[in-house]
């Protein structure tokens, strides 16, 4: 008997003694299709069988195989990922804080009652407007410098260039202090300050120069050049970063170059300006007080004289440091609204303010106590 004939006889059942083994052609048909029924089955018997169990094993195989697909996942348990580190880490950085908080409450020698004294005295608050004042007036001063400086960096003409280039390089290798002390001894060098026609002795105006540079004159001129300095490279980084492809296509379209620079340029480069800006803005309200080395009352200058008066330092530096973070914080929730601002034409939506991020916090959670208490009545 043939291999074939015996797959046949297993599939369809024994023949009789009187049959004929010899397949003929319509035979062979019916044996081909009885062998890949087999296989078959036996490819389902053994699927049964791995998904069955020890069910299958012990007679309850049929009833596994019988049983469809689940489609309902009621039953089913959802556990939430873990992240066992992440809670070891939080776990850490919140006894360091709690242990600093700690150190910085029950320390007396932080004296406490005597930086509340200070904190409002008439004069730490005057010292805290010439400060003020000192960063605005520098700020807007050296920014409008830079603009004009970071231009001329820009320009075609290679005089407007190198002054630019030159300018830069000077006030960005020597330090503020340097600067500071040498305006303010300017008169050293010269005796007066005129105005007139070059090369000639036509003068319009003169006048002595320690008249002109007083302290308040030299702080804001060497803050402000400085400030220009770093401005100028600040604003050409900003005006670089937009692709210049937009300039071609705007002037290919006959937009003026003055129209080009405010509406095209300007504000896609503010996008990278104000971060950097902002930080020397920053930088500059903490920079105010170098000033106390000409002897200008700004805060630090002030705390200072009434450290040396009372002999209570750490309370005192603590005043000014208090004042120098509620700046910068103020400035630093500036900076957000206006980068949010200027974002506008760069992602599809704004991102959320902080007070609505809190309005949005409280809701979700408001939500999921609802269904909390929803799903336990």
């Known amino acids: 008997m043939s291999p074939t004939t015996k797959v046949a006889q297993s599939a369809a059942g024994p023949a009789s003694a009187g049959t004929s083994t010899t397949p003929t052609t319509g035979d062979t048909d019916a044996v081909t299709e009885a062998a890949a029924a087999v296989a078959a089955g036996s490819a389902a018997a053994v699927t049964e069988g791995s998904l069955g169990g020890s069910a299958g094993a012990s007679g309850g195989g049929s009833g596994a195989a019988n049983r469809g697909p689940a489609t309902d996942y009621a039953e089913y348990r959802v556990v939430p990922a873990r992240h066992p580190w992440r809670w070891v880490g939080t776990a850490v950085v919140a006894l360091g804080v709690a242990g600093i908080a700690w150190s910085l409450a029950t320390n007396p020698r932080w004296e406490w009652g005597v930086v509340a004294q200070w904190f409002t005295a008439k004069s730490i608050v005057d010292g805290l407007l010439e400060t003020l004042k000192l960063t605005a007036i520098s700020g807007i001063l050296g920014f409008i410098l830079g603009f004009i400086l970071a231009l001329m960096r820009l320009s075609a003409s290679p005089l407007l260039v190198s002054v630019s280039w030159t300018f830069s390089w000077i006030f960005r290798s020597t330090p503020l202090l340097v600067q500071m002390l040498l305006w303010y001894n300017l008169g050293y060098l010269y005796e007066k300050i005129s105005l007139g026609i070059p090369f000639t002795d036509v003068r319009f105006f003169e006048i002595q ?63 990278a300006i104000l971060p950097t800006a902002f930080n020397e803005i920053i930088g500059l309200v903490k920079g105010t007080s170098i000033v106390y080395v000409l002897a200008y009352s700004e805060l630090f200058y002030t705390i200072q004289v009434i450290y040396n008066r009372t002999q209570q330092v750490l309370p005192l530096l603590l005043v000014a440091t208090l004042w120098y973070v509620v700046i910068t914080s103020v400035l630093s929730v500036f900076q957000y609204y206006i980068e949010r601002y200027y974002s506008k034409g760069a992602v599809r939506t704004l991102p959320l303010t902080p007070l609505q991020k809190a309005c949005r916090f409280l809701s979700i959670h408001a939500l999921s106590a609802d269904n909390s208490a929803k799903v336990t009545r």
């Open 209 to 271: 120069t320690t008249t002109l540079i007083s302290q308040f004159a030299a702080a804001v001129l060497g803050l402000t050049l400085n400030q220009a300095a770093y401005s100028a490279e600040i604003i050409r980084g900003g005006i670089l970063s937009v692709d210049q492809g937009q300039l071609e296509a705007a002037s290919a379209l006959g937009i003026p170059a003055w129209r080009r620079s405010t509406r095209i340029v300007l504000p896609q480069a503010m996008r």
